[in-house]
Structure formats: structure tokens, C-alpha cells
């Protein structure tokens, strides 16, 4: 099996997905910092996997690590080993620690949010508007970063004064390009500044997901501190980086493709198509760390061996010609049916899918109801991911936003 080394700077998540895809069903990998692994790149097998008790979450499981060959100082330690939470375990351990996050975000609760994500957008449209006519505009930053990390600091009684460091280390986390000698100072730093989020809500409780995990801990949930400060960090960094993502990725879809985006403006496609078709097309996030084979596992015509770790590549999954046909690797926001699985499936399912396809929801159409003449200032060839290979996020979409609806040209 010919091994694919993982580009540290994603110069061509396409390519390199469509050359995991070519390598059948389970691709031997290297990520950054030398690190091999397997991926699974087909639809079907990726469903398997992710419901086959033969793979877990425990870190100890892996050959890799009980030979002392990942060093702390690896920059995608803190995806591979972020600490005790439903991340991280499995069985009754990973039912208690999802009770407690899924309840908070089912559907119905989730929709009692509609009306503040939409006070959230229309006061970023407000701000959009007032910046000065005719200059591109980087609407990640000014649009698509500041409305989830709002919606999800709200959700989990986060401060708005702490944002700014949660971005810094963040960009750190994420990053395949921060030096080693760096990681492990991030890493205390994450675990300071969210101790700190749960100790002051442990003092002063409020209506916030980080109060009522407090609370269901002291009512004999027994969720220890480090489950409380790690859950809080988990919901926190997926919370925010998937739904910026997505919003960045459906405006970049619609600009490549201007006859959906014609027909999505003037009704014949509906919001709900295009935010699933790029879920698929160009999924938040590219791969998943971590999991681990307890035995050998027969996947296709491979063999995943026993204790070595398994990633998930949404990226090249997303695109597979088995589940979607020959057209798989085109947008279109017609498809139908389009049974992605960019959240994941089975038991360890994203529990904030339905918070991100809401926020996606409102925010989208309001962004091009406001301005509808919104486009890139750049061409699409010229957009560059980040160095990370997990998420699929740009550096930043400049765009020219045009007159906005209602105001004289």
C-alpha cells in the first residue's frame, strides 16, 4: 500500500482527496511530524467504521503511542489526546458525557435560539453595511468568524472579552505549523483559560450549557472537572469552526457557480439544497483524528490492523462516485438524495449539527438578501487554505459586497 504523506500547508485538499480516494477504501497516511496512519476515503466503509465497536477512542489502544513514538511537543497532539471527554471515550463513559451536551441541542432547543442568531446576524449586516463602499472586504473575518463564536459563547457563557485569546490560541491548536515548542505551553494555556470559564460559572451560575454541566455534575452525574473543562472546550472550537466553514464555503460555491446562485436568488433553489451540497462538496472539515483498531478489521479488500489509528477523510469521502454517481465531484444544489455524512453518523454524530445547519440557515440568506451583488474580489484559484489539515478553512474570502438592497447605487 503506497503511503500518502498529508500536505502540512493543504495546497490541494482536491487533489490529495481524490488521491486517497484513488487508493481504495482504507489509504495508509502520513500526517505532519512523520506520524502514520490509515484513512478510510469511501462512504460506505467510513458508515461501517464509525459504528464497529472494534474501533475506539482510547488513545492507549494505539501501537504508536505505547512505543513512545509520539512526542508531546507534536503539533496534532491536541487532537489525538485533548483529554478526557466524549471525544475520548467510548461505551458508558461516551453516553453520559453526550446525554448531558445532546439534550442541550436537539432540535427544539436549538430553534429557541432562531431569534438571537438572527439579532446576531442582522447587527453583523449593520456593521458590513458601514464599512466603506467599493473596498473588498475579508467576510470571513468580518462575517462569517464573529456570528457563530457569538452564538456558541452565548450558548456555553463564554465572555466576549475572551475571544480574542480564544482566537489566538485556537489558530495555535488547529495549526500543523506551530512549533513544537510551542504546543505544550498552548495547550496549558487552553486548559487556564477555560478552568478559569468554569470556575467563575461554578461562583456565579447562569441560563448557559457550562452552568448546567456544573449543576448536573453536583446532582450525580459525576462528570469530574477535567470532563466539565475538556466538554466546554470540545463544544467551543467545533462550536465555531464548522459553522465558519460552511458559511465561507456556500459563499465561495455560489460565486464559482453563477447559475445556482442565480436560481437560489430568485427562489428556484432553496437554502436548505445549497447548505447540504457543500457539506458534501466541499465539507468544514477534511479529516477526523482519532481512532483505533482493537483487532484486525477487514475494510473492502484491506486490512486495518489491530492498534494502529484510523482518521476519517470527510474530504475525500464527500466525493465518492459509489454513493453519489458520476457527478459526485460537481456541486449542485439540486441533488437528490443527498445522504452526506459531514457531521459524522452513528452514536458519536456531531451533537451540533443542527446548531450549525441553523445558523448557516439564517445567516446565509440574510447575507445575500442584504447584498445580493455580493461576490469575489479575487479569483477562486487565488484562495488559500490554512496550514490545517482537519478543517477546511481559508486564510480569508475577500469579496466585493455591491450596493446593498435598497440603497442607490
Known sequence: MTRIALDPFVRDLDGESAALRAAGPLAEVELPGGVHVYAVTRHAEARALLTDSRVVKDINVWNAWQRGEIPMDWPLIGLANPGRSMLTVDGADHRRLRTLVAQALTVKRVERLRAGIEALTNASLERLAALPAGQPVDLKAEFAYPLPMNVISELMGVDAADHPRLKELFEKFFSTQTPPEEVPQMMADLGTLFTKIVDSKRANPGDDLTSALIAASEDGDHLSDEEIVNTLQLIIAAGHETTISLIVNVVEALATHPEQRRKVLNGEI?????????????????????????????????????????????????????????????????????????????????????????????????????????????????????????????????????CPFGHDS
Open 270 to 402: 432553496g437554502w436548505d439544497g445549497v447548505i447540504e451540497e457543500t457539506l458534501r462538496w466541499n465539507t468544514p472539515t477534511s479529516h477526523v483524528l482519532i481512532r483505533f483498531a482493537t483487532e484486525d478489521i477487514e475494510v473492502g479488500d484491506q486490512v486495518l490492523p489491530k492498534g494502529e489509528g484510523l482518521i476519517v477523510s470527510f474530504g475525500a469521502l464527500g466525493r465518492d462516485e459509489e454513493q453519489y454517481g458520476p457527478t459526485a465531484g460537481e456541486f449542485d444544489a439540486t441533488r437528490t438524495p443527498n445522504r452526506h455524512i459531514a457531521f459524522g453518523h452513528g452514536p458519536h454524530v456531531c451533537p451540533g449539527a443542527a446548531l450549525s445547519r441553523l445558523e448557516a440557515g439564517i445567516a446565509l440568506p440574510a447575507l445575500y438578501e442584504r447584498f445580493p451583488e455580493l461576490d469575489l474580489a479575487v479569483p477562486a484559484s487565488e484562495l488559500r487554505n490554512k496550514p490545517i489539515v482537519t478543517q477546511n478553512d481559508l486564510h480569508e474570502l475577500p469579496v466585493e459586497l455591491g
